[in-house]
């Protein structure tokens, strides 16, 4: 991309404007200085905290949250949720304490496969719009779901690539596909990625954006992964505004037949 172009990409999430497009998440580093490091070398803006998993008074005195809050946009969100009411209570408390309306809302089905219940993430989601939120809802890859979730006033949706840490990539990219085409609002790609080309096969696919953090904190080196993964994200949105080649079944050659030199036996 052309520099006046990279000045005019930017994301929209809501109110919120996003020059980066990956957002990373804090947990399971293994120390502070490692998640500072790597959060810098990922270029994101934004980054997300578990608000169930965190002791709020204690953070905002001498761990997490005191440690990114000035540099970064915090993203709380409602991983170890499991119904649409406990999904809501613990926004509201991260309003309240973070004295943000930005949500990434999970409401997870069982803490086998983790993956999300929709009946109760559509629940909370509508409650939380009305409420005045700005929802970015981790939903599976349906494309009926997302659509549901972007008609009750989902600022974002945000389909896994496959579950929670497995590292998977994206074991569906139909669906993707036909998400994409659905939607209006903002398409994360949130769960399953476990190296820098699934990121970047994410935004090749048309997603807005990619959340992570697994890949990050469990890789050998989580910074210099984390730097992978800015690269990858940036070089998949590039390729996906500058347009792929059709795929064929057959050959075509990369020289042009035209004006070839022709030979003939005398």
Known sequence: MTDSTEKTDTLKVGPYELKSRLIVGTARFPNYQVMLDAV????????????????????????????????????????????????????????????????????IGDDETLLPDGEELLKAARELVDDGFVVMAYSNDDPILCKKLQDAGCAAVMPLGSPIGSGMGIRNPYNFQIIREELEVPMFVDAGIGTASDAALAMELGCDGVLLNSAISGAKKPVVMADAFRKAVEAGRAAYTAGRIPRRFYARASSPTEGIVQYHED
Not at 66 to 92: E, M, S
């Open 40 to 107: 810098r070398a990922s270029g994101a803006e934004m980054v997300t905290v578990a608000i169930r998993r965190i002791d709020l008074q204690a953070s905002q005195e001498a761990g997490v949250l005191d440690l990114l809050g000035g540099d970064y946009q915090i993203l709380p969100n409602t991983a170890g949720c499991f119904t649409a009411r406990d999904a809501v209570l613990t926004a509201q408390l991260a309003r309240e304490a973070l004295e943000t309306d930005l949500i990434k809302l999970e409401v």
